[in-house]
């Protein structure tokens, strides 16, 4: 088991900057792929971004490419998003994903292969 807990969610106006922090605990958090998906209300959740255990590699989705960077510590046990030149199509509630210990993220890696969630953090650009 593993918890994660989100922070650095907020208010910003549109080309501003947020960075997201995932904190892993429970388990050492380098065993966990993970990744940050994030859902507005009406909506399905829907996949932003994915770091592989190693670091060695990283997903993104087409709407955030160029934009978002993901990234871990050396550490492992937190990922971070760094969120650049955010738009209002940004404004969601972001949740911290991890697969179990020692499974892949892959490019094909999606919402039901994800085994464990954080509360979410939310964020809100303005216009």
């Known amino acids: 088991q593993v918890q994660l807990v989100e922070s650095g969610g907020g208010l910003v106006q549109a080309g501003d900057s947020l960075r997201l922090s995932c904190a892993a605990s429970g388990r050492t958090g380098s065993n966990f792929a993970m990744g940050w998906f994030r859902q507005t209300p009406g909506k399905e959740r829907e996949f932003v971004a994915a770091i592989t255990r190693t670091s060695s590699n990283t997903y993104y989705a087409d709407a955030v490419k160029g934009r978002f960077t993901i990234s871990r510590d050396n550490a492992g046990n937190t990922v971070y998003l760094q969120m650049n030149s955010l738009k209002p199509e940004d404004t969601a509630l972001y949740y911290c994903?991890?697969?179990?210990?020692?499974?892949?993220?892959?490019?094909?890696?999606?919402?039901?292969?994800?085994?464990?969630w954080g509360q979410g953090t939310q964020v809100t650009v303005s216009s």
């Open positions: 994903a991890a697969r179990s210990p020692y499974l892949p993220w892959t490019s094909r890696t999606g919402i039901k292969d994800v085994d464990f």
